[in-house]
């Protein structure tokens, strides 16, 4: 049908398959550690879904990759921006939904306190 492929050629089309898989790959990561957030919303799995987020970025920035759409650096940037915001308002929310139960433990923590000295 056509003329064999180049060497050249090849190896694009195989860094490319490669380079799909691994951002497939990380994106099934980013969904996964975002379900379990969203199951058990908590510090450590905020931890976890940024850091997934972070290695997906990190992937896409350093091989240059510019997603299905061909977007412009400065757009990769606003998107990443708005990414950040984000996860600051998630991280924020967190905070306030354990504001409470933080307090109730200083508090239990200074009736034990006052516990202890009263039995020493």
């Known amino acids: 049908a056509g003329a064999p492929a180049s060497f050249a050629e090849a190896l694009t089309t195989v860094q490319r398959t490669v380079a799909q898989q691994d ?3 990380l994106y099934m990561d980013v969904e996964e550690q975002g379900r379990q957030l969203l199951e058990d919303p908590s510090p450590d799995g905020l931890t ?5 987020i972070r290695n997906f970025i ?3 920035v350093k091989n240059g ?3 299905r759409s061909a977007i412009a650096q400065r757009e990769l940037h606003q998107i990443i921006d708005k ?3 984000e996860l600051l308002s998630m991280a924020d929310g967190l905070i306030a939904k354990e504001k409470p139960l933080l307090e109730l433990a200083e508090k239990v923590g200074q009736i034990n306190g006052m516990i202890c000295d009263m039995k020493a």
């Open 83 to 85: 990414i950040d915001e």
């Open 65 to 67: 990759l510019k997603l």
């Open 58 to 60: 990190a992937y896409v």
């Open 23 to 25: 951002l497939d790959r």
């Open 48 to 52: 976890r879904y940024r850091s997934s």
